[in-house]
């Protein structure tokens, strides 16, 4: 298999992978820090880089039916949340594209320059 190489975020505060570093996104993606995970406390985020989407399926939520697909580390292939593919109720369909990350999965660091 060939080596995937990850692409890099120039932000001076951004969240890694716990396990392997990769970036996966910048402060400015969290749209709300105040979403639960399958494992605890999630951040709810626009955009990420790095990641593996993984098969779709529908699941039952605290807000409802959506169609969600788990996303994963490109590099070390660790479960880090999941993206909202579709939403059934209207007033859940802000969250369509939209991913959960992990807290627990993932590391902030901070870059000076
Ligand atoms: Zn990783």
Redesign the pocket.
Known sequence: MAKKHQVYINNVRIYC?N??H?HLISQDNIISRAFQGRHGPAYFVDHIVNITIGAKEERMLMTGMHTVADIS?T??Q?KLGWKYLHAFESNQKYKENKCILERAKISKEVFWD
């Open positions: 992978c396990t392997c990769s580390c590099i070390c660790t």
